[in-house]
């Protein structure tokens, strides 16, 4: 079993930046493909980044996200962190992180799941 539990959502204006952190439970963290997915009010749930196990060498991006968003691994702390820059209204979301502990990076199957921190990019 694999708890989830996201963290540093909050209310920000156009243009600023937000870090989300999510810390996984597990003893075998490094080997889990994690990612975020972000829901918008009246949307449905989509894919906004990606980082493989262990090392944490590759990633994946939405387009939508691209060269603004950044996702990083600390397999000592058992946490994933998402760098958001330039945010805009259109990235107001519940953002939830997931794991896949089979570490496939190529068919991820996400079966782990937070329960989400609120973003709100507002003026």
């Known amino acids: 079993q694999v708890h989830l539990v996201e963290s540093g959502g909050g209310l920000v204006q156009p243009g600023d930046s937000l870090t989300l952190s999510c810390a996984a439970s597990?003893?075998?963290?490094?080997?889990?493909?994690m990612a975020w997915f972000r829901q918008g009010p009246g949307k449905e749930r989509e894919f906004v980044a990606a980082?493989?196990?262990?090392?944490?060498?590759?990633?994946r991006y939405a387009d939508s996200v691209k060269g603004r968003f950044t996702v990083s691994r600390d397999n000592a702390k058992n946490t994933v962190t998402l760098q958001m820059n330039s945010l805009t209204p259109e990235d107001t979301a519940l953002y939830s992180c997931a794991a896949d502990v089979s570490g496939n990076w190529f068919r991820p199957k996400y079966d782990y799941w937070g329960q989400g921190t609120q973003v709100t990019v507002s003026s």
């Open positions: 980082i493989s196990r262990n090392a944490g060498v590759a990633t």
């Open positions: 597990g003893r075998s963290f490094s080997n889990y493909v």
